[in-house]
């Protein structure tokens, strides 16, 4: 049974920076794309970031590149997203999650395509 375990949420001012993980158990996680998504209180869960299985490939989405890094250590089993230049619009909790599909499946966006989650970790960063 696969588990994700997030952490390093917090309260952080405009501007600043977190460091998120997410640890899984089990022994599937080398062979499959991890993701991070998060969701705001009243809004529907969207896409942040994701990495394919070795590594090599990274996706973003629009309003976090060039301030988010996601990165994986196969030998550590974790996945981490590193927030940087934070704003408050970045208020959400954080979710890692990991895609058991097939090597050829190719949809890193959207939520549905993703078969394990974690619990989801509070990042609230303030103005």
């Known amino acids: 049974q696969m588990q994700l375990i997030e952490s390093g949420g917090g309260l952080v001012q405009a501007g600043g920076s977190l460091r998120l993980s997410c640890a899984a158990s089990?022994?599937?996680?080398?062979?499959?794309?991890m993701g991070w998504f998060r969701q705001a209180p009243g809004k529907e869960r969207t896409f942040v970031a994701a990495?394919?299985?070795?590594?090599?490939?990274?996706y973003y989405g629009d309003s976090v590149k060039g301030r988010f890094t996601i990165s994986r250590d196969n030998t550590k089993n974790t996945v981490v997203l590193e927030l940087n230049s934070l704003e408050p619009e970045d208020t959400a909790i954080y979710y890692c999650?990991?895609?058991?599909?097939?090597?050829?499946?190719?949809?890193?966006?959207?939520?549905?395509?993703?078969?394990?989650w974690g619990q989801g970790t509070q990042v609230t960063v303030s103005s």
């Open positions: 089990g022994d599937i996680f080398n062979r499959n794309v």
């Open positions: 990495i394919s299985r070795n590594g090599g490939l990274t």
């Open positions: 999650a990991l895609q058991n599909r097939p090597l050829l499946y190719t949809d890193r966006y959207s939520p549905s395509s993703y078969d394990y």
